[in-house]
């Protein structure tokens, strides 16, 4: 079974540009959740969808959306990239929210803004 | 808000000795888990070992045992038996169990260095 995936590995972008993010979980997995992990910050909830609906969203700008399709993959965007947004995202799924489910995680994309 | 702390930012630990990593953690929750990360070089986030708050019993994954004590606030891993394998970021990291949301706090983590 494959496992999360996450495109693109890196990204470079200049600020003010927006930039879009893919995650596509495990196969049968419906739950995906976003993080953003800095050096300064530590690792961070962005948001987390499950069946195409937003379920619960961390304490971030407006300026960070995201989406998730009927076939569960997930797409997170920043607009007006911003110097502080650079960062490691990463992106888990589950089977279905829920205290007692297990995340497994993609290997990020490396975001880096100039 | 709910914060977790882990206290040493490094550690080090020579191969077949054993490692302890301290985490601590804030809450006026009585019900949550808390979780152990690895994180090596490739970046992807590795599931440890879990513990539900109100099961007593440490929680053990072969060489990985935790110590969980509730009223300390306190939930520490031992790594036994250290391999090279095990270098890597460790993060701490605590979900509550409301039905509001299942997001994880982590701590900062602590990067385990394992040497021959």
């Known amino acids: 079974k494959a496992g999360v995936t996450q495109t693109p590995r890196y990204l470079i972008k200049t600020r003010g540009q927006q930039v879009t993010l893919s995650c596509s979980p495990i196969s049968g997995h419906r739950s995906v959740s976003w993080y953003q992990q800095t050096p300064g910050q530590g690792l961070q909830f962005l948001f987390e969808y499950f069946s195409e609906t937003q379920r619960n969203k961390g304490n971030f700008p407006g300026r960070f959306s995201g989406r998730q399709f009927s076939n569960s993959r997930s797409e997170m965007n920043v607009s007006t990239l911003e110097l502080g947004d650079s960062a490691l995202y990463l992106c888990a799924s589950s089977y279905r929210p829920g205290r007692n489910e297990k995340l497994f995680f993609g290997s990020g994309t490396q975001l880096s803004v100039l | 808000a709910q914060t977790v702390t882990q206290s040493q930012p490094e550690m080090s630990v020579q191969e077949a000795e054993t490692v302890t990593l301290s985490c601590t953690y804030d809450t006026s929750e009585s019900d949550y888990y808390l979780f152990w990360y690895k994180q090596p070089p490739s970046r992807q986030m590795i599931l440890v070992i879990r513990?539900?708050?109100?099961?007593?019993q440490n929680a053990t994954e072969n060489r990985f045992s935790v110590n969980f004590q509730k009223a300390a606030k306190s939930f520490s891993l031992k790594i036994s038996d250290s391999q090279l394998g095990d270098a890597a970021m460790y993060f701490c990291?605590?979900?509550?169990?409301?039905?509001?949301?299942?997001?994880?706090?982590f701590g900062k983590g602590t990067s385990l260095l394992v040497t021959p």
């Open positions: 990291a605590y979900r509550s169990a409301s039905n509001s949301g299942y997001a994880l706090n």
């Open positions: 513990q539900e708050a109100y099961k007593q």
